[in-house]
């Protein structure tokens, strides 16, 4: 487990994830004023689904990143 730990750069792998999220809330809400705006656009709906997936999926990758990074610190992996 020490191992892993310390081949893993958490920085770089939290802020893609945190970049991740923030591109996705903002193409989420994006896609949510087009569909409430303009009526017989439909077609965005999958699009909408598939970002809020993204958006899920790097939340708890954040989570998970984050939990594992403290875990790091305190065994003392660098």
């Excluded at 809400?29 to 303009?38: I, Y």
């Amino acid at each position: 487990m020490r191992q892993l730990l310390s081949r893993i750069n958490f920085p770089k792998v939290f802020i893609v994830l945190a970049v991740t999220l923030t591109v996705s809330i903002g193409a989420c809400g994006l896609t949510v004023f087009v569909l409430a705006n303009k009526p017989g656009s439909d077609s965005m709906l999958p699009l909408a689904i598939i970002e809020s997936v993204l958006m899920v999926l790097s939340a708890a990758g954040l989570f998970i990143t984050f939990i594992l990074w403290v875990i790091a610190s305190i065994m003392g992996v660098r």
